[in-house]
């Protein structure tokens, strides 16, 4: 079958006060990506769109976008995989404020990384040697299966959680959290416990698994928060 | 108080479980010889065991569907603060209640 030579590409336009869905006509090319597309439509027919890119190659975490509904990394994703009857609709990411049209405002959720206790605290000094990372021990395979997160906010973007709970700190910066407590080089494992502990914390999580099933690097932040909710949970009931 | 209300939901649960499965043995048990109100009293008035058994049940449901329906209220209806505690609070007290006073009625010797 051949490929027709163009697809129509609904875009949505507008700012934090709402907006509409806008078509264009964009043509067709052999491993054209979604952000290829949407490039397309800001050099080509419309100038005035806004969304955000840097790397193109999955690394930065910036290019994450709403694509017929599912939340995907724009630059990882070919318009072969998604492509409808020929259609296509982009959005920004859902969860999030929108700055304008395909930019969404990512502040909420690199603020929960720090309401998570995401921030790394070291128990040694710049004198000391580098500190030896086994990863045969349980705890750094904990800490190596979370670490690839590239904060693309992909799976708070898939978060049902955080749709009905804004206060819910999310799936990444739980992952974060859980990386952090099993880092052995890292001092701040009660600060992190008490933190996820609080209102919108890791107990927040109702599991579904939409984090899990929609990160583009394979991660599972549904285990992470599991480990998340033993750890706190022991520790309470030892009395702490 | 959410990670409070965490561990009493799952150690409710865990209650729960055995006392779900042990009441539903002793009905498929019970209705063997035919069910009336009858046997059923004859069983349990009087008994300290079946009113420890469902009065522990209620106390762990009353438990577990205040904070359950708590925190449908708050994600589904943004109900919040003082309002969403005492909608908690009123559903675990009234299910007490109305548990505990279903449970007297079969066990307590009249």
């Given amino acids: 079958m051949s490929t027709p030579d163009s697809m129509q590409v609904s875009v949505w336009r507008g700012g934090p006060d709402g907006g509409r869905f806008q078509s264009f006509d964009v043509p067709r090319y052999e491993s054209q990506t979604v952000l290829d597309v949407v490039a397309w439509i800001q050099q080509e027919a419309d100038p005035t769109l806004s969304y955000r890119f840097a790397c193109r190659v999955g690394m930065c975490g910036s290019c994450a976008m709403m694509v017929n509904g599912v939340p995907r990394w724009t630059c990882r994703t070919h318009v072969q995989k998604v492509l409808d009857a020929n259609r296509m609709e982009i959005a920004p990411l859902r969860n999030l404020p929108i700055i304008k049209d395909l930019a969404a405002n990512m502040d909420p959720f690199f603020e929960k990384w720090v309401q998570a206790g995401g921030v790394f605290e070291g128990t040694e000094t710049r004198t000391d040697g580098y500190a030896p990372i086994v990863h045969e021990d349980a705890d750094r395979a904990n800490a190596d299966a979370g670490i690839e997160c590239i904060n693309c906010s992909i799976c708070y973007a898939a978060c049902d959680t955080v749709t009905g709970n804004p206060e819910f700190l999310g799936p990444a910066a739980l992952n974060r959290a859980w990386t952090l407590i099993n880092d052995a080089k890292d001092g701040s494992r009660d600060r992190v416990l008490d933190a996820v502990s609080s209102k919108g914390g890791c107990h927040a999580c109702h599991s579904m698994g939409n984090c899990q099933q929609y990160c583009p690097n394979g991660l599972n932040p549904l285990t992470a928060i599991a480990g998340l909710k033993r750890a706190t949970a022991r520790r309470a009931l030892r009395g702490r | ?110």
């Avoid at chain 2, 209650?15 to 779900?20: E, G, Q, S, T």
């Fill in chain 2, 1 to 110: 108080m959410e990670m409070r209300l965490y561990l009493l939901q799952r150690i409710s649960a865990i209650v729960m479980a055995p006392l779900v499965l042990g009441h539903i043995a002793v009905m498929i048990y019970a209705v063997q010889d035919g069910l009336t109100a009858e046997e059923i009293l004859g069983r349990t008035q009087g008994s300290v065991l079946w009113a420890l058994f469902y009065g522990t049940f209620v106390v762990a449901v009353a438990i577990h569907a205040a904070i359950g329906l708590r925190t449908i209220l708050h994600e589904w209806f943004g109900v919040r603060g003082v309002a969403l505690n005492g909608f908690a609070g009123a559903t675990c007290f009234g299910l007490l209640a109305m548990g505990l006073n279903a449970v007297a009625a079969v066990t307590v010797t009249p």
